[in-house]
């Protein structure tokens, strides 16, 4: 059974600060039309339609040079949507993709060529069991590893940081860097000293981890404006602000009743935790130009 979802609010709330040139919204989806991109049959959620001429225009109304579409769980491993999505803005948007373990190198180098930079990993659990349907788990990551990694492709991990430390060592020796997604996908109410988010903490310290600043609504048990994830972000910007990019999360899937995050205060809760504008331009400008290069 699948469930409808909301759309992304038309509306974003004005910004309180100047968004640097060459800004990139680093995470993303795309969805649709879907006379031409069906969604998977066995899929945990239905997101209204929402092609790549939406989201050029979300980027334009934030005043965003570049994004970033990563390919939902929604599509399964149907990347259609997002490749052609880059075609149709070439050097203005990148990829992260679901491949199937199969793809032959024919493929990989076609989308190499069109902007694809990663591959995301569905590993998050709730009690054990899958949290949504579809992606690909660890043992096919691995059979592909080597050949993304010789393209210079990274691994995006859906993940809840708890989980990390156990699954830490499989990734770390993929040979691929790691972006984690959502903050660690945290719960607020398990507060920053948990063990495995602190593990993240560490690994951003260390150099080998990527976090994405995105999902505030995701963590917080408060709802907006969302101050309660205020504490984890902070810990990972002191943690080390050179592994941080900053993802909006557009259309906000999963939403099934109102309010849907409003992309202007995510952006704006951005610039209470980064007050300092040389911080913003490496976040938003410097480290996604590096890390999607």
Not at 81 to 103: E, F, K, N, T, W
Not at 206 to 222: F, M, Q, T
Request: proline share 10%; charged share 20%; with cysteine.
């Amino acid at each position: 059974m699948t469930h409808s979802c909301l759309p992304p609010d038309p509306s974003p709330q004005a910004l309180t600060f100047a968004l640097p040139g060459g800004a990139w919204d680093s995470h993303a989806h795309v969805f649709g039309p879907y006379a031409a991109y069906p969604l998977a049959d066995d899929r945990s959620y239905t997101p209204p339609e929402q092609p790549v001429d939406r989201y050029l225009q979300h980027l334009d109304g934030l005043g965003f040079a570049h994004g970033v579409l990563v390919t939902a769980s929604a599509t399964g491993t149907d990347n259609r949507s997002v490749i052609d999505a880059l075609l149709h803005a070439p050097g203005r948007l990148r990829g992260v993709i679901v491949p199937a373990a199969d793809s032959s190198d024919e493929q990989l180098d076609q989308w190499t060529a069109a902007g694809v930079r990663g591959v995301r990993v569905n590993l998050l659990r709730k009690a054990g069991q899958p949290v949504y349907r579809n992606g690909i788990g660890l043992e096919q990551l691995q059979r592909l590893a080597p050949r993304l990694a010789s393209r210079g492709w990274h691994v995006q991990v859906w993940i809840h940081a708890p989980d990390l430390p156990d699954m830490a060592p499989a990734l770390l020796q993929l040979g691929m860097p790691l972006v984690i997604d959502h903050m660690g996908r945290m719960n607020t109410d398990l507060g920053v000293d948990q063990p495995g988010f602190q593990a993240l903490c560490r690994m951003l310290a260390d150099g080998r981890a990527w976090a994405k600043l995105s999902g505030a609504d995701r963590i917080s048990v408060n709802g907006p404006p969302f101050a309660d994830a205020d504490p984890f972000a902070l810990a990972l910007i002191e943690a080390n602000p050179d592994q941080l990019v900053w993802g909006s999360d557009w259309p906000h899937i999963n939403y099934f009743q109102p309010p849907v995050p409003n992309d202007g205060l995510l952006l704006n809760r951005l610039a209470r935790w980064l007050p300092d504008p040389e911080l913003r331009q490496r976040v938003l400008v410097d480290n996604p130009a590096r890390l999607y290069a």
